[in-house]
């Protein structure tokens, strides 16, 4: 995982900041609302789960309301209107696999991809984060892991007859991150997070979360390749 070293270096208060910041923050703030939404959906389709999912949509309920706390910290009114459209290729995907009851292609988009997604920003966040950020961004992140873990231990239990609708669902949705990732390219930038670090920790989170559920060092080369295409 890469770590950079906190810096004093950031103009918080700057309009190039706070422009970029109404961006990020939006996008963190919807990811979460998303990623509750889908749980609750998630939580319809595993009854067997249920409780745990609804308790794992709270969650993402309680980081949303601190990542606005973080954009009222700034003097920051996030960009909901951005962010919305930016999430919303994912969010068809899942809705539409949800429609028709594909549960492994809707817990590869929120376990994995939006999961790994967000542990790997987050992480790159909180060694330039402003000290209010950090200190929400770092207890979100704890959570995550715990939402990735879900969805491995799920798919790892189904894993044979769940593997080829994976790859497929890794095929779709893949080569939206990378887009995602260059769409805020800039916004990012302006914040101290890289995409090259962004890109790097998410392959691993990624690949590491693949090979928990059972594919092989050389099924999940070629699966990250679907996204490196896109890049």
């Known amino acids: 995982m890469q770590q950079l070293a ?4 950031f103009d918080f208060t700057s309009e190039s900041y706070k422009d970029a910041y109404s961006r990020i923050n939006a996008i963190v703030i919807e990811g979460e609302q998303e990623a509750h939404d889908n749980y609750i959906t998630l939580a319809q389709l ?16 309680r980081h949303m309301k601190g990542f606005q706390a973080c954009g009222r910290n700034l003097s920051v009114t996030p960009d909901m209107e951005f962010a ?3 999430f919303s290729q994912l969010h068809g995907n899942f809705q539409t696999a ?8 809707c817990l590869l988009i929120q376990s994995l991809i939006i999961e790994c997604f967000a542990i790997a920003a987050y992480n790159i966040y909180i060694p330039v984060a402003d000290d209010f950020a950090r200190k929400i961004t770092e207890g979100v992140v704890k959570d995550e892991y715990m939402h990735l873990n879900f969805g491995e231990v799920w798919l790892k239990d189904h894993f044979e007859e769940s593997k080829a609708e ?7 949705n893949l080569p939206l991150v990378w887009r995602m990732l260059n769409q805020v390219e800039d916004d990012a930038h302006i914040l101290g997070m890289e995409k090259d670090a962004l890109v790097e920790d998410f392959m691993i989170a ?11 060092t050389r099924d999940i080369m ?10």
């Open 222 to 231: 070629r699966m990250s390749a679907y996204g490196l295409t896109a890049a």
């Open 46 to 61: 595993l009854p067997d789960h249920k409780d745990e999912l609804q308790r794992l949509s709270k969650m993402e309920s």
């Open 206 to 216: 990624y690949g590491e979360a693949l090979s928990n559920i059972g594919f092989t």
């Open 166 to 172: 994976l790859e497929q669902a890794n095929r779709q």
């Open 6 to 9: 906190v810096s004093p270096e």
């Open 98 to 105: 949800a429609a028709t009851g594909n549960v492994v292609t």
């Open 84 to 86: 919305k459209q930016y």
